[in-house]
């Protein structure tokens, strides 16, 4: 069991800055792929971004290329994504998971651990 712990969020202006955080309990972190996705009022969760277990590999979705940088601690067990150039499109509720699957990818259905979400406005 991995229990997944956001935080960071809040409001900030367009072309502002945030870094999220999300806390993982359990001594079998870096076994484990870790994705952020976020949901926004309507719409379907959507992937972000991903970092595979060494930090080596990550992959982003298009939008967030250039802007959004996912990065891991595995020391402290935790997993950053650091947020640049924020757009008000980019507001939504931000999800950490976690897989045991390996190249779990954008894959939702592949992230078996799931955190409560952190809220990220962006105003125009």
């Known amino acids: 069991q991995v229990q997944l712990v956001e935080s960071g969020g809040g409001l900030v202006q367009a072309g502002g800055s945030l870094r999220l955080s999300c806390a993982a309990s359990?001594?079998?972190?870096?076994?484990?792929?870790m994705g952020w996705f976020r949901q926004a009022p309507g719409k379907e969760r959507e992937f972000v971004a991903t970092?595979?277990?060494?930090?080596?590999?990550?992959h982003y979705a298009d939008s967030m290329k250039g802007r959004f940088t996912i990065s891991r601690d595995n020391a402290k067990n935790t997993v950053y994504l650091q947020m640049n150039s924020l757009k008000p499109e980019d507001t939504a509720v931000y999800y950490c998971?976690?897989?045991?699957?390996?190249?779990?990818?954008?894959?939702?259905?592949?992230?078996?651990?799931w955190g409560q979400g952190t809220q990220v406005t962006v105003s125009s």
């Open positions: 970092i595979n277990w060494s930090g080596l590999s990550t």
């Open positions: 998971a976690a897989s045991v699957t390996l190249n779990a990818g954008s894959r939702s259905r592949e992230y078996d651990y």
């Open positions: 359990g001594r079998t972190f870096n076994r484990y792929e």
